[in-house]
């Protein structure tokens, strides 16, 4: 079997093009990227690199012109027919009027299923909202928010998760808060993923390895293996071994950047 079949995501070969007036300008090419199961990947890059437009892909939001994403044995379709893809965004989009509890649960309602209640206070649990079922979203916060879309995410025990810069919009203190929370609900759970960030930081942190994409067009351009130990705490990312990889990879994002801005246009 290849790396690719026996994956739990594989990307392969993926291009992608959009229209810009006239012309045509390739946002993706020849992205190739396979996720074992129970492996958390981090991507970092320069924006409009296409990190988006790639987690759409695999979303089955976007359709490629070339390539394809198979996740387990299924398509994207397939596997969001069966409502086992997990996406938590940037913009968390909670419904304002329901509580706690019914937005964790709201991915059972939109599937037609039967709420597992249980499930839904287990995971509240596990991302520190258990004494908030029945809060709405005004009444916590930023931080509490990103949580409760990051559960929602879970709630159907995905067989891939994928994250768009969820902690995008934090500030500082609650993203470092919530980094640690999230690996360990991540070791609880063992769920595959594929995380976007623009924090290299995180990037290390999370990552059993990191991809450093160019843009114009968006590509792979570095790859690094993470070998520190878990929970990445306080201790492991003051170490010296974490911010000489830290360096590194900030280096190959700079080099990434340099090279999408000498390659194509502006903006
Ligand atoms: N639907 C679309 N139509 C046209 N251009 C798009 C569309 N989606 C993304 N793009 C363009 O593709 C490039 C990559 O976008 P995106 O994937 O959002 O980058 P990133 O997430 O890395 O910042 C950008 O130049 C963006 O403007
Ligand atoms: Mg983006």
Not at 85 to 93: E, M, P, R
Not at 112 to 117: E, F, L, P, R, S
Not at 229 to 237: I, L, N, Q
Request: glycine content about 8%; charged content about 20%.
């Amino acid at each position: 079997m290849s790396a690719a079949s026996s994956a739990a995501l594989a990307v392969e070969g993926i291009s992608k093009s959009f229209r810009l007036g006239r012309e045509s300008f390739q946002a993706l090419r020849g992205i190739d990227l396979a996720l074992a199961a129970g492996e958390f990947v981090s991507v970092v890059g320069p924006s409009g690199c296409g990190k988006s437009t790639l987690l759409r892909i695999i979303a089955g939001l976007e359709t490629p012109d070339a390539g394809r994403v198979t996740i387990g044995s299924s398509t994207p379709a397939e596997t969001t027919a069966a409502h086992r893809l997990g996406i938590a965004f940037q913009d968390h989009a909670l419904l304002p009027w329901l509580s706690v509890a019914e937005n964790i649960a709201l991915p059972y309602r939109l599937a037609g299923m039967t709420v597992d209640q249980a499930r839904v206070q287990e995971l509240a649990r596990l991302v520190g909202l258990g004494d908030f079922l029945r809060a709405r979203p005004r009444q916590l916060s930023g931080g509490m928010r990103q949580r409760v879309s990051i559960a929602r995410a879970m709630v159907l025990k995905p067989v891939v998760l994928l994250l768009d810069e969820p902690f995008g919009a934090l500030d500082l203190v609650t993203r470092r808060h919530l980094n640690l929370e999230m690996q360990r609900i991540w070791g609880e759970l063992g769920t595959t993923a594929l995380l976007i960030t623009h924090s290299v930081d995180e990037a290390v942190q999370f990552g059993n390895r990191v991809f450093v994409m160019a843009a114009r067009p968006g590509r792979m351009h570095a790859e690094f293996a993470v070998k520190l130990p878990r929970p990445r705490d306080r201790r492991v990312t003051a170490s010296p071994e974490f911010v000489a990889l830290v360096q590194k990879v900030a280096a190959a994002l700079d080099d990434a950047t340099a090279a999408s801005t000498a390659s194509g246009m502006p903006g």
